[in-house]
């Protein structure tokens, strides 16, 4: 499988705004199966002499397929997919109107002759006039389908292409210009603050670039605590999660709140902590346990759609914040004075998109 990975930054006038990456996949299998007399069920398949055929007569059919190796796609944050390619007029003497539709089913990587019939999701048409159209290109959004199967576990997805109207002796799917794009949508207009890097923990603690203050509840808590985020940031979606890292070996509590407040050596309003807290929790729903079970430094909260979290009632585009709270008791690193209780993790701006 050929994989290409493109910043969003590269392709700000094709892809939409919120998108981290786009990869592209080019297809494993390019094969044709044909059908004669035509009874909606192939009898042979073409790997070589002309895989991309596509062939409509009143006696036999020909239809293209490709196949697209997924089985190492990151299907957490996927968030849309487009297929792209070419039909192309093989036969100088090849004329008039022609129609095709496209298909999307689940396939296994290899060319069969049943992959005539493979039931699907039809996700667009084209239509060309050879020969003052010597081809056709196509870019079709198959979000849905492609979704569905990588959700479900597909390891390989298929496009189909048959021709539907009008007399068509030589068409070809060509492989050179086809590609799967799969875009990836981590989180929108948001980013990371209050960290406990810079020696602004209480007591002049520093933790590592980008986590919590140091801490003294679970692996790697020279560290400091690391809340990241992943995922698309639609409820509707519901791809959205945190995953804490470096953290306690017992539980915590995500907070979620509408403003940010920052004070640069702890806040004085948390006595006993020798972390920093910059989330003001002032949203509904604005706690939830997060259980990392005994001995263990990482966990994970993706259910945005329900409670206690639900929606945040802020406008669409507008931030929230969150940050993860843990005990951290006998810190001599405290806030105001030796003895810390409380512990915190960096926090996360998200721009919730619904």
């Known amino acids: 499988m050929n994989r290409t990975l493109i910043p969003i930054a590269a392709l700000a006038l094709a892809a939409p705004l919120l998108a981290d990456y786009i990869e592209i996949l080019t297809p494993d299998v390019t094969a044709s199966a044909h059908d004669e007399p035509i009874d909606g069920s192939g009898d042979s398949v073409d790997t070589f002499a002309a895989p991309g055929r596509i062939q409509l007569s009143p006696t ?3 239809r293209a397929f490709q196949e697209f190796d997924v089985s190492a796609v990151d299907t957490f944050d996927a968030s849309a997919a487009w297929f792209k390619g070419r039909i192309t007029a093989t036969d100088a003497t090849d004329v008039g109107l022609r129609t095709f539709e496209f298909t999307v089913y689940d396939a296994d990587g290899v060319a069969h002759a049943s992959d005539f019939e493979i039931a699907g999701v039809v996700i667009g ?19 849905g389908a492609v979704l569905t ?12 292409v048959r021709c539907t109207s009008g007399s068509s002796p030589g068409d070809e799917l060509s492989s050179p210009f086809a590609g799967l794009e799969i875009e990836h949508c981590l989180f929108g207009l948001s980013g990371s603050f209050c960290f406990g890097h810079d020696g602004n923990c209480p007591g002049g603690a520093a933790g590592a670039p980008g986590h919590g203050c140091p801490h003294g509840a679970g692996p790697d808590g020279a560290d400091g605590a690391l809340l990241t985020p992943s995922g698309n940031a639609q409820f509707s979606d519901d791809s959205f999660g945190f995953y804490l890292s470096s953290g306690p070996s017992s539980l915590g509590l995500l907070i979620q709140g509408a403003s940010p407040i920052n004070y640069p050596f702890g806040n004085p309003n948390v006595p006993n902590s020798a972390g920093l807290f910059c989330v003001t929790p002032s949203l509904r729903g604005n706690v939830e346990l997060m259980n990392l079970g005994l001995g263990s430094d990482e966990a994970a909260i993706d259910d945005f759609q329900g409670q206690p979290f639900g929606a945040t009632a802020q406008p669409a585009g507008s931030s929230t914040y969150y940050q993860f709270w843990f005990r951290d008791t006998g810190n001599p690193n405290a806030n105001p004075a030796p003895g810390a209780e409380f512990n915190f993790s960096n926090a ?3 721009a919730w998109i619904d």
């Open 60 to 62: 036999s059919e020909d």
């Open 149 to 160: 199967l990588l959700n479900s576990g597909a390891s390989d997805i298929g496009l189909r």
């Open 125 to 143: 048409t084209a239509q060309y006039h050879p020969p003052s159209d010597p081809h056709v290109d196509f870019y079709l959004d198959a979000s």
């Open 348 to 350: 996360v701006e998200v």
